[in-house]
């Protein structure tokens, strides 16, 4: 990202790096490379910012309170990663070759159920409550994995079926660490449930964002093929307002409904979905999301890590990977 959102929590943030380096470490060696291979590969590393950010927005002083939380969600995040791409046949991912291409299938599957206990094990003893919330988002994105799957190709999706897919496999997850940091910074009630409304807000920000750099993105950014959301038969946005509306809407339905697409008919649908319509009017509701979430931020009091978080929530829509 262009705007330098965590520049407030920096040095917070160095420390999960540390966290997560440490909490994977295996007596199996090649575990242990799996999972490094996994979390070294970059990543914005959003979900633990959000957490620290919330912390230290209702005013949590102590970091290392937060710091193992943090790194939870991220293991946590990781973990899913793995799965998405063992579930869609994702050949890359963050410009390196996915866990199960350079691993194989079983070995990455292992990987990823290692990642995801080691993230319940850090945040697990915060507090109770922090386990409904990691919990609850966990289930959420289970039901919408499933959910998207019985949409995998359907031209006929509706766009809030689609609201609901994004919501629970990506902002739910965000939501609960957003919650998660206030509850453990000591937060009010209603401090913890509008920052949960703005991660919430901005992990839809986020998805839709990413949809539309499937269509236009650099690949060299991406650090992945363009169009492998349409390749892979999963529904985006902008592909369903061009399917509903679009003056291509026939060819597109046509290709996006095959089972096997060549990269001829990849190609020709990214040319039809950019010079449509609908890229446009998913940018405008991505937008739209941003602000919603920096509405939800008022009854925090104002500070660098509230400004942060508006700096984050512009940024995620004005980003280019």
Not at 36 to 53: A, D, T
Request: hydrophobic letters at 40%; aromatic letters at 6%.
């Amino acid at each position: 990202m262009s705007i330098r959102w965590e520049s407030s929590i920096h040095r917070e943030l160095e420390m999960v790096e540390e966290e997560i380096r440490r909490s994977v470490v295996s007596q199996q060696e090649l575990l242990t490379e799996i999972s490094m291979h996994v979390i070294s590969s970059g990543g914005k590393r959003i979900r633990p910012g959000v957490v620290i950010l919330a912390f230290r927005a209702v005013g949590g002083s102590d970091a290392s309170k937060v710091i193992g939380l943090a790194a939870a969600f991220e293991l946590i995040h990781s973990a899913t990663l793995i799965h998405d791409d063992i579930n869609d046949g994702g050949k890359m991912r963050r410009g390196k070759e996915s866990a199960f291409r350079k691993f194989g299938v079983q070995r990455a599957l292992v990987a990823g159920d290692f990642l995801f206990v080691k993230g319940f094990q850090l945040g697990g003893p915060q507090n109770p409550r922090v386990v409904d919330y990691l919990a609850d988002a966990c289930t959420r994105l289970a039901e919408s994995e499933i959910l998207q799957g019985r949409h995998l190709r359907d031209p006929g999706i509706s766009i809030e079926d689609y609201l609901k897919i994004i919501e629970g496999k990506t902002a739910r997850a965000i939501e609960a660490g957003a919650k998660a940091g206030a509850f453990i910074g000591g937060g009010t009630s209603e401090q913890v449930e509008s920052l949960g409304g703005y991660a919430l807000n901005l992990g839809m920000a986020f998805q839709v964002t990413d949809d539309i750099l499937d269509i236009i993105g650099s690949e060299a950014t991406l650090g992945k093929p363009k169009g492998m959301d349409f390749l892979d038969g999963t529904p985006t946005l902008p592909l369903i307002l061009a399917m509903n509306d679009g003056v291509d809407r026939r060819r597109i339905s046509t290709l996006f409904r095959k089972k096997k697409k060549t990269s001829a008919e990849v190609r020709e649908a990214l040319r039809l979905l950019a010079r449509s319509d609908a890229v446009e009017s998913a940018r405008t509701l991505a937008r739209d999301f941003s602000e919603k979430a920096i509405q939800r931020l008022e009854p925090v009091a104002a500070s660098p890590y509230k400004d942060s978080l508006k700096t984050l929530a512009k940024a995620v829509v004005e980003r280019d990977s």
